[in-house]
């Protein structure tokens, strides 16, 4: 009889190999089933500590039907509130043809820029257009929210201010309150005061190294900065410049009045409010200053032809190199965000963007023109789209009456309010909102006023100077066109969508599209940060049943959001274990053991937590060097604040001694932070949160299925014991005594559906199982290859992890390759390269996950096979040293049609393996000149002419 009850075939779908694959692969391995495997990998001492409740899941249509129910709980009302989060219509052709197209979403962080060339072009036509708007010459290619950008622009300032001695940085009081909010959290660690205060009345700047302003104002003035500017310089203090895009379009730029830093949101700029995030912030500077640039620069080069290729520029992997030394933290960023901003731009392009920015304007002139005929005045004298009211004693009652009506405006105080109006605000609108204020009197004539309006910009402070002049603004307008320019950038680079991304450490797992589904509907998208609590019901379920899943998942007992990457919940984390050792009378802990091992981001987050970093050392079998911890941690046990160790580790092992190595933290008086990047091999297996770590971080795009969208976003949760739970981030939102660590109270909230999503379809068994069959699918690849290149570390038994790492370093010896000729070798096949270098350098470490397929991971195992059996036919002399497939590799198409002089053949170059003749992956540029681009730095489109000489 044919089964009536709905199946749950979710799991499967998301677990690559089928039945007979697993047992084909168990069988490779010599282990009668998954248990009999996982009882091996994971430690006896740890095993069991799991407390995931076992449980099957829903199905698709059934978590659908679900979270659809949760998303109507939100209220969708009216927006005014602003504050730096705008209406916006994302266009449709970018919603569909980036935003919900896997080719975008699925991409990597462009490390490897032969299979990045598309979204790279995005992101320098991003930097293009923040240098442009700022006029600064030098902007990055995205931070991680306004607010976090501009306490990066606080030390920033700090690090190059001639002004030395000073320790107070000066922050305007016309700043967005979260941005202050953020300020203050990240100063206080530091040993930096922030002080709020009015620029207009500062006389001498002397005391300050730093200053920040908003512009236009978060009330809505748009102030003359000239000569606040001028006297911070003079005192030789640097000035950072909060400014809204939209109305830079309109008014003279930042760097145009004399700013060393403009820093702020690209939400307007097409990116839906999602309830706070995520959105791509952007930071610009000068030249001078572009050696110390927090986050990741794209740039132009050259490749191996002599051709314009583009790649990350310079810092990109800084915290790798400088640790503790390093700028910044900042790892995962918001690409996806500031592409979908950057498509914003080129559809709309200079004309399209300016008259967006003078209709905003022209309908909050009008409307401000009907507000004084009703009698009611505004406190602005120049504005752009944003007004402040004084409606004294009717405040509170015309708050009610615009709810009534389903409209929020902005809660400025008890005698204020105020408004912003943005690209979707309409006539009718502007008739609503004066029906709302003029009680019994008429209504004022909107046809009437508009006639008699112009513009209530400062006419001494118009923007001169014109913008967005490079073709790549100007072509595009049709949709055909940006139809077409998407694909053509999508089809330069490799994504999930094409093949495995087999990277260590990233975990580059499926994103199904159910997971994806309900980011995209209004009831999640169009939610402002700041609307009161009670319209966003559905998001209060939702991160409350989130944070009790990975509460579950964890072994945790309270979860915050908020961190918006890994590297922000690393800081929430140090900084919890930095209040929980102060309210203890222990605030003179302040060491922090990392073993040298350690992810780049954990050193440099433990110097932002004002933590001093001492190195421990790790064996030879990549192990934590237990004797140097213990001695490390008794030589500073009067001062250890905490160990943060990465589990399982960075070399792809589950050391034995994580028990032992906790109990010694803890009997020195320190806290264990457990990274949990590699969380993808232990839920429902093991629980950091009761195998002695006292708080972790979750990269929510790595474990729990947010994609990474081509370097972000990403969601960084911590989960933390019950002893720090009072030490999470707070928020002028949230009732909690800690400052925030990002702009909006749950962070990246509008991409939290994916794990929820993703939780719920797998349910307790579900997750359970990916994880033993990510670690299958590891060692699989791990025992097929270990012939081929010894498998660097391996736990009891001879197993890894849910990762490996190949050792290439003898190779370099026999025949001159490199781990970078195989790396862009694995091009020429079709695949992305593996993780280079790290933990060691000259390794490579896969991870395959549970998404691929046996098919998938037999493919990619028989290109490594057949790479190595070029290096043999170099070790043996038939291929030349220093003329051979792998040293010339990715080959392109171009090559091929040009004078072939190369002893191997073009077939052997492009088409290694037959079966690529069906389907094959043509890089677009050859390989990439890293030196050149860094010595010719160019980080904008470079002018039209120089691809014509090129
Ligand atoms: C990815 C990763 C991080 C940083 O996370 P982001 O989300 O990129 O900021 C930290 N530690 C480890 C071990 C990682 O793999």
């Known amino acids: 009889m044919t089964d009536l009850t709905t199946r749950n075939e979710f799991i499967a779908r998301h677990i ?47 978590a659908l039907a679900e979270i659809k129910a949760i998303a109507r709980r939100n209220q969708l009302f009216r927006n005014y509130i602003g504050q730096g989060y705008y209406g916006t219509h994302t266009p449709a052709p970018i919603l569909r043809n980036l935003l919900e197209n896997p080719a975008w979403y699925t991409a990597y962080t462009p490390y490897q820029p032969e299979i990045s060339q598309g979204r790279l072009e995005s992101l320098l036509n991003f930097q293009t257009l923040i240098s442009d708007l700022t006029g600064l010459p030098i902007a990055n290619a995205s931070l991680l929210d306004e607010g976090t950008a501009a306490a990066e622009a606080m030390t920033f300032c700090k690090r190059l201010s001639k002004n030395k001695t000073s320790n107070a940085f000066f922050a305007s009081q016309h700043c967005h309150p979260q941005t202050l909010d953020v300020l203050r959290t990240r100063a206080e660690p530091l040993g930096i005061e922030v002080v709020v205060g009015d620029e207009s009345g500062i006389g001498d700047a002397s005391a300050y190294f730093g200053a920040l302003l908003q512009y236009p104002a978060s009330h809505g003035d748009i102030f003359d900065y000239s000569q606040v500017v001028e006297r911070f310089h003079g005192a030789g203090a640097l000035v950072a410049v909060a400014a809204d895009l939209l109305a830079l379009t309109l008014l003279q730029a930042p760097g145009e009045f004399g700013a060393d830093v403009a820093l702020g949101s690209a939400q307007r700029f097409g990116v839906p409010l999602g309830f706070g995030g995520p959105h791509a912030a952007y930071f610009a500077t000068r030249d001078a200053f572009k050696r110390d640039m927090p986050g990741r620069l794209v740039g132009l080069s050259i490749d191996r032809h002599g051709n314009p290729a583009l790649r990350l520029a310079m810092q990109t992997r800084e915290q790798h190199i400088r640790r503790e030394k390093a700028t910044s933290n900042i790892c995962t960023a918001q690409v996806l965000l500031a592409n979908i901003a950057s498509m914003y731009a080129v559809y709309h392009g200079p004309e399209g963007l300016t008259r967006i920015a003078r209709r905003v304007h022209r309908l909050t002139a009008i409307f401000a023109r009907g507000l004084a005929d009703l009698g009611l005045a505004i406190e602005q004298q120049a504005f752009f789209d944003t007004l402040t009211l004084r409606t004294a004693e009717h405040t509170a009652a015309l708050h009610d009456k615009a709810r ?231 030589q500073h046990r009067d001062h250890l604040a905490a160990l943060m160790i990465t589990y399982p580790s960075t070399h792809g092992v589950f050391e034995e001694g994580i028990g032992e190595i906790c109990a010694l933290i803890h009997d020195n008086g320190g806290q264990v932070y457990i990274d949990g990047a590699n969380m993808n091999a232990m839920v429902g297996l093991c629980a950091p949160g009761r195998f002695g770590g006292d708080v972790s971080h979750l990269n929510l795009h790595k474990t729990f299925c947010i994609p990474h969208g081509g370097g972000g976003p990403g969601v960084g949760p911590i989960g933390v014991k019950a002893h720090l739970a009072p030490f999470l981030p707070g928020h002028a939102r949230l009732q909690r005594q800690e400052g925030a660590v990002s702009a909006a109270p749950f962070g990246s909230a509008s991409i939290l559906p994916i794990t929820w999503m993703y939780i719920r379809m797998m349910g307790g068994s579900g997750l359970r199982r990916a994880s033993q069959m990510a670690i299958l699918n590891a060692n699989y690849i791990a025992r097929r290859l270990e012939e081929h290149y010894p498998v660097l570390y391996s736990g009891e038994g001879g197993l890894v992890a849910h990762e490996c790492i190949l050792d290439l370093r003898p190779l370099k010896e026999t025949s001159g390759i490199s781990v970078d000729d195989v790396a862009k070798r694995l091009i020429d096949f079709g695949f992305h390269a593996p993780t280079m270098s790290f933990p060691v350098a000259g390794t490579l470490m896969i991870e395959p996950t549970e998404s691929e397929s046996k098919e998938e991971l037999d493919r990619f195992c028989d290109a490594m096979i057949a790479i190595r059996e070029e290096i043999r036919a170099v070790e043996r002399g038939e291929l030349e040293r220093d003329d051979n497939p792998l040293k010339n590799a990715p080959h392109t198409a171009a090559e091929l049609v040009g004078e072939w002089t190369h002893p191997y053949s073009r077939e052997q170059a492009v088409y290694p393996t037959r079966k690529l003749v069906e389907g094959k992956y043509w890089p677009p540029v050859g390989r990439v000149d890293n030196v050149f681009g860094d010595r010719n730095l160019v980080c904008a489109c470079p002018p039209i002419e120089a691809y014509q000489d090129a």
């Open 16 to 62: 690559g190999p089928r039945d007979s694959d697993t047992a084909a692969m168990l069988e490779t391995l010599g282990y009668a089933d998954l248990e009999a495997l996982t009882a091996s990998v994971i430690p006896a001492s740890i095993k069991g500590t799991s407390v995931l409740q076992a449980g099957d899941g829903q199905s698709e249509a059934e």
């Open 404 to 634: 009534a009506a389903g409209i929020n405006l902005r809660e400025v105080d008890a005698q204020r309010l105020g408004l912003s109006f943005d690209e979707t605000t309409t006539q009718a609108d502007i008739e609503q909102l004066w029906a709302l204020f003029a009680a019994d009197r008429p209504v004022p004539d909107f046809t009437a006023i508009a006639a008699g309006i112009d513009s209530r910009l400062p006419a001494a402070q118009l923007r001169q100077s014109p913008i967005l002049g490079h073709p790549v603004f100007n072509r595009y307008h049709s949709e055909t066109e940006l139809m077409r320019y998407l694909r053509k950038l999508a089809d330069k680079d490799l994504a999930l969508d094409r093949s495995m991304i087999p990277l260590g450490s990233c975990t580059m797992k499926l994103n199904a599209a159910s997971e994806m589904i309900p980011i995209t509907w209004a009831e999640f998208g169009n939610l402002h940060p700041f609307a009161p609590a009670a319209q966003s019901a559905g998001y209060q379920q939702l991160t409350d049943e989130l944070e009790a899943m990975l509460c579950a998942a964890t072994g945790y007992d309270a979860v915050s959001l908020q961190p918006n990457a890994g590297s922000q919940g690393e800081y929430a984390g140090l900084l919890a274990i930095r209040a929980y050792h102060k309210s203890r009378g222990d605030a003179q802990r302040d060491i922090c053991l990392i073993p040298q091992s350690a992810h780049g981001t954990n050193p440099a987050t433990a110097h932002m937590a004002g933590m001093r970093v001492v190195v421990t050392a790790c064996d030879a079998r990549g192990n934590v060097d237990i004797a140097d911890l213990r001695a490390k941690a008794e």
